[in-house]
Antibody
Framework: EVQLLESGGGLVQPGGSLRLSCAASGFTFDTSGMSWLRQAPGKGLQWLSAISASGDGTYYADSVRGRFTISRDNSKNTLFLQMHSLRAEDTAVYYC???????????WGQGTLVTVSS | DIQMTQSPSSLSASVGDTITIICRASQSVDIYLNWYQQKRGKAPELLISSATTLQAGVPSRFTGSGSGTHFTLTVISLQPDDFATYYCQQTYTSPRTFGQGTRIDIK
């Protein structure tokens, strides 16, 4: 069974940094593209970033490019999102998701809450 | 960026009703469109990929259609479990933008 478990969320002050992790199991991690997405409280879904199976290709939404970095450690079956210069508007539940073949973001984790507040 | 617009934003329906949600793209996304269902407090679940392909385990009362810039999600004979929020997402190009969502409430 595919499992994606996000961690690393919490309360951080504006301007601060946080690193999210997504531990993957139940599938061959190094053959799957992965994504990060988020949902602000009471709002819709937002795609943030994606990374290829090998890690060679990375893609970002304009709103986070230059502040967030997606990476992966295929030896540890783990996806990361390093977040810097956090703003109040970054407050959201952050989800990781895996591709299913050519279908992006087919399976999602349960999310981790990031709150940016002083 | 490609803008995705869903309509309606919300609707009230009864068990047994048939409903249709429209998703329009600001430019062609070919058939690269996903539909997700999200229940309150839960992660979204993929219902349909490539505009029309029902995912394994998704009931056949869900149907997707369309290509280019106009897509629809139809649910035939709504069941109690179907009252949720639905999102479309284009996967044609990055950023992979979502529609704003359509919430289906019980009338």
């Amino acid at each position: 069974e595919v499992q994606l478990l996000e961690s690393g969320g919490g309360l951080v002050q504006p301007g601060g940094s946080l690193r999210l992790s997504c531990a993957a199991s139940g599938f061959t991690f190094d053959t799957s593209g992965m994504s990060w997405l988020r949902q602000a409280p009471g709002k819709g879904l937002q795609w943030l970033s994606a990374i290829s199976a090998s890690g060679d290709g990375t893609y970002y939404a304009d709103s986070v490019r230059g502040r967030f970095t997606i990476s992966r450690d295929n030896s540890k079956n783990t996806l990361f999102l390093q977040m810097h210069s956090l703003r109040a508007e970054d407050t959201a539940v952050y989800y990781c998701a895996k591709d299913l073949g050519v279908i992006p973001a087919a399976i999602w984790g349960q999310g981790t809450l990031v709150t940016v507040s002083s | 960026d490609i803008q995705m617009t869903q309509s309606p934003s919300s609707l009230s329906a009864s068990v047994g009703d048939t409903i249709t949600i429209i998703c329009r793209a600001s430019q062609s996304v070919d058939i690269y469109l996903n539909w997700y269902q999200q229940k309150r407090g839960k992660a979204p679940e993929l219902l349909i990929s490539s505009a029309t392909t029902l995912q394994a385990g998704v009931p056949s009362r869900f149907t997707g259609s369309g290509s280019g810039t106009h897509f629809t999600l139809t649910v035939i004979s709504l069941q109690p479990d179907d009252f949720a929020t639905y999102y479309c997402q284009q996967t044609y190009t990055s950023p992979r933008t979502f529609g704003q969502g359509t919430r289906i409430d019980i009338k």
